[in-house]
């Protein structure tokens, strides 16, 4: 364990940033396997656009777990060491793509999104000023939850519209 690293924590409890901190693990590790598993069994109009943009945010996820266990590991606290305890610490769950159709899992992810922003929002007002370190990594995550939302409804809203297009025009 860093003592120096961890004696520049203003006010808050190293082990009080690890705990949320795993939580956040979990949840990265969750939306990894969600996109992961999302981009193999999409069905569905423009599909290869959301394979795209799964493939791309499940490749994040994984990277944001990477970041989250190095800063829980400097704290002095212990990742996550069993799968079997992502589901027991999640805040935003799994929901596994029992619905296949491009619409149906790109609003599955885009409601896993707004959870992610949520969490990560929170741990920024809980470290605010108090753990730099941990604050400034978790708004660089924000920042991908955030894009990742957009990207999803931006994609989301194309598709919606060019089924009602189709539709149109075929009536
Ligand atoms: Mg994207
Ligand atoms: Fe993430
Ligand atoms: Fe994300």
Request: glycine share 0%; proline share 4%; hydrophobic share 35%.
């Given at each position: 364990m860093a003592k120096r690293g961890i004696s520049i924590l203003k006010g808050i409890e190293a082990?009080?940033?690890?705990?949320?901190l795993n939580k956040a693990y979990a949840?990265?590790?969750l939306a990894?396997?969600?996109y992961f598993i999302e981009s193999k069994v999409v069905k569905g109009i423009m599909k290869d656009a959301a394979i795209t943009e799964l493939?791309?945010?499940?490749a994040d996820e994984l990277r944001h777990a990477t970041l989250i266990s190095g800063r829980i590991i400097q704290l002095g606290g212990t990742p996550l060491l069993s799968p079997k305890d992502w589901f027991t610490h999640t805040n935003c769950g799994y929901e596994?793509?029992?619905d296949a159709d491009v619409l149906s899992i790109l609003k599955q992810s885009i409601k896993g999104e707004q959870c992610a922003i949520s969490i990560y929002n929170g741990i920024l007002d809980i470290t605010r000023e108090k753990d730099v370190i941990t604050y400034d990594m978790v708004s660089t995550i924000l920042a991908d939850e955030v894009e990742h939302e957009e990207d999803l409804q931006a994609l989301y809203d194309d598709i919606h519209e060019f089924?009602?297009?189709?539709k149109k025009n075929i009536q």
């Open positions: 082990q009080t940033v690890t705990t949320l949840d990265e590790w990894y396997y969600q493939t791309q945010h499940a596994a793509p029992e089924i009602a297009e189709i």
